[in-house]
C-alpha cells in the first residue's frame, strides 16, 4: 500500500481552529480543505473563525460559501 494515502494532513501547521468532521472525511476532501485554508487571506481567517464560533459544530467548511467560491476558482 501507497504510504502517502495512509499519512494524515498537518491541519496544525495553519494554526487555525480545525472542526474534528474535517478528520473523518476522505483524504481527498482533506488535502482540498487543507489548500483552501491555506491560501485564505487575514479576511477570510476572520470571516471563517467567526462561522466556526457561532456555527458550532453544525458548520460544514465543506459546504461553505466560502470554500465553494474558492473551488471554482480554482478547478
Known sequence: ?????????????LHLTIP?????VSREKQQEIFEYLKNMDENDKKAYLIALEHLGSSFNIYRSNGFNDWKQTNK
Request: charged content about 20%; cysteine-free.
Open 1 to 13: 500500500m501507497n504510504n502517502t494515502m495512509t499519512e494524515t494532513i498537518d491541519f496544525s501547521q
Open 20 to 24: 474534528k468532521e474535517v478528520y473523518s
